[in-house]
C-alpha cells in the first residue's frame, strides 16, 4: 500500500526531489477557469461500498478518502475523550484530513485547488444523549508526557481497530490500482504529458519531474496567497494534460474492479453487513460524520 499512498493532494507539499533548481512564478501559470471557491464536504455513507473500498477513479477516491479521514477522525476523538479524563491537555498532533493518491488523481479537485491543499475531516456535532465524555469541562492546560503519550496510544489502537475492518481486503486492490500504471497503453498515454505541460510553459521530463518542480515552486514563493495561485495555477495545467491520460487508465482499472469483485465477492459482502452499521455507531458515539471531499 506504501507504494500508492504519494499523496498528491497533502497537508504538506510533495517531497523534494533533489535538486535547486528553481520553481516558477505564479504570474507564469495558468488561472484556474471561474471563481475559486474553498473545497467543501459532503457528508453520507454510500449505499455500495464497492466505490470507498476498491476506487477506480480520481471521483472514486473522495470516498476512500472520507473513509481513511473518518479512521483518523476516530483516532482524534479517543485522544480528545483520553485526555478530558485524564485532566491534561492533548498531545500535538496532525488534524485528521482528507488525503489524496497520486496513482488516482482527483482531476477535479486537482484543477480548481492544486496539488497541495487538503480538506479538514472534522466531527461534526456532540456525541449523542448517554455517551457524554467523562473529565473536566473545558480545555485542561496540564501536561503529563506519560498521560498524553497513554492517550495518543489509545488512540492509535482506535483507529488501528476501525481500519482493521477493512484493510485486509482493500491492501490487496492497491497492488491492482498501481499496476495500471505499468500497463504499455497507460506508458503511453503518459509520455504526453510533457509535452502538453509545456504548451503551459512548464518544462518537466516526466510526471515525478513535475512533482518536483510544484515542490520547488511553492515552497520557494514565500508569500502566502502568491504561493496558493501557483500551485493553482500548476494544479489547472495538470487536471488538463492528465485527462486523457485518465481516460486511458480509468476503463483499465474498472475493469480490474469488476474482476477483483468477482474474487472477493463474499468479502465485500461481510463489509456491507459490518463496515456501514459500525461507522453510524461510531457516529452517534463520537458526534462525528462520515464526508468525502468535494471541488
Keep these: 500500500m506504501a507504494g500508492i499512498l504519494g499523496a498528491v493532494v497533502a497537508a504538506t507539499v510533495l517531497t523534494a526531489c533533489g535538486g ?6 505564479a504570474r507564469s501559470l495558468p ?3 471561474g471563481t475559486v471557491r474553498p473545497p467543501t464536504v459532503q457528508k453520507g455513507l454510500p449505499r455500495d461500498v464497492s466505490a470507498m473500498l476498491l476506487p477506480a477513479t480520481g471521483e472514486d477516491s473522495r470516498l476512500t478518502q472520507g473513509l481513511d479521514g473518518f479512521a483518523q477522525m476516530v483516532g482524534h476523538a479517543r485522544l480528545q475523550e483520553c485526555a478530558e479524563r485524564a485532566g491534561v491537555s ?32 472534522v466531527p461534526d456535532a456532540e ?28 488512540a492509535q489502537t482506535a483507529t488501528k481497530e476501525f481500519k482493521n475492518l477493512y484493510i485486509p481486503l482493500q491492501s490487496l486492490w492497491w497492488p491492482e490500482v ?88 463474499e468479502e465485500l459482502r461481510a463489509l456491507e453487513r459490518t463496515l456501514l452499521p459500525r461507522i453510524r455507531e461510531l457516529e452517534r458515539r463520537d458526534g462525528l460524520a462520515f464526508a468525502r471531499p468535494l471541488p
Design 20 to 25: 535547486a533548481a528553481p520553481g516558477l512564478s
Design 127 to 154: 456525541p449523542a444523549a448517554g455517551t457524554t465524555r467523562p473529565g473536566p469541562t473545558g480545555r485542561p492546560d496540564r501536561a503529563d508526557r506519560a498521560a498524553q503519550q497513554r492517550c495518543a496510544a489509545e
Design 178 to 265: 498501481s499496476a495500471v500504471r505499468d500497463d504499455p497503453r497507460a506508458q503511453e498515454a503518459l509520455r504526453t504529458l510533457p509535452g502538453c505541460l509545456a504548451r503551459y510553459g512548464v518544462e518537466v521530463d516526466d510526471e515525478d519531474g513535475f512533482f518536483a518542480l510544484v515542490d520547488r515552486t511553492v515552497q520557494g514563493i514565500e508569500d502566502g496567497e502568491e504561493a496558493a495561485r501557483a500551485d493553482r495555477g500548476l494544479g489547472a495545467a495538470y487536471a488538463t494534460c492528465m485527462a486523457p491520460v485518465e481516460a486511458v487508465r480509468e476503463p483499465l482499472r474498472a475493469g480490474r474492479r469488476t474482476a477483483f469483485q468477482a474474487a472477493h465477492r
Design 90 to 121: 492533548p498531545p500535538e498532533v496532525p488534524p485528521p484530513a482528507y488525503i489524496g493518491w497520486s496513482d488516482l488523481p482527483d482531476l477535479g479537485f486537482i484543477g480548481r485547488h492544486g496539488l497541495t491543499r487538503s480538506v479538514p475531516a
Design 31 to 33: 488561472a484556474p477557469s
